[in-house]
């Protein structure tokens, strides 16, 4: 009989007004990079993961991400700094 896989939550951020980006360690190693739906009905609250979550196999995975986050980052406020440089 095989394991049930479990995710323990690491971190989570809101990325519009109904979903979250949440980053999980996997029971069978490794982490994901999962979206998450928040429905609202009434009071109550459903949170809902959608297929297909991103696997990252180790830690190093984790930095790259990291780092392909900033670089991307980086490139937005570049552009909007010499949009800005432009219009004075």
Do not use: H, W
């Not at 049930?4 to 069978?28: D, F, G, H, M, T």
């Amino acid at each position: 009989m095989s394991k049930n896989v479990e995710y323990k939550e690491l971190a989570s951020a809101p990325i519009n007004e109904q979903r979250n980006i949440v980053i999980s360690e996997c029971s069978k190693g490794g982490y994901t990079l999962a979206q998450q739906v928040i429905i609202e009905e009434g009071k109550r609250k459903t949170n809902v993961f959608m297929k297909n979550a991103i696997q990252i196999n180790n830690n190093e995975g984790l930095y790259n991400l990291r780092d392909a986050l900033n670089i991307a980052i980086e490139k937005i406020e570049n552009k909007k700094n010499k949009k800005f440089q432009k219009t004075c």
